[in-house]
């Protein structure tokens, strides 16, 4: 995975974005075909999660978010 494309503008307000990313704002960049979502600092302190689309990354995001917290 290569992070050195350009970071998404996002609109974290919008309906449906989940509480979770409009909370933390985490990073989203595109590269190619596959967006990704990048919250902290690896390895230990981040929530990575990707998606086909910047909606489904960050539904993803939501989803390894409350993965890593146990909840």
């Known amino acids: 995975m290569s992070l050195e494309k350009e970071r ?13 990313v409009q909370n933390f704002r985490p990073d989203i960049y595109r590269d190619g075909d596959v967006f990704y979502c990048v919250l902290g600092a ?19 995001w939501d989803i390894a978010y409350h993965q890593k917290e146990g909840k």
């Open 42 to 60: 690896p390895p230990s302190d981040n929530v990575i999660a990707k998606g086909a689309t910047m909606e489904e990354a960050m539904l993803n």
């Open 8 to 20: 998404i503008r996002v609109d974290y307000t919008r309906e449906g974005v989940p509480a979770s």
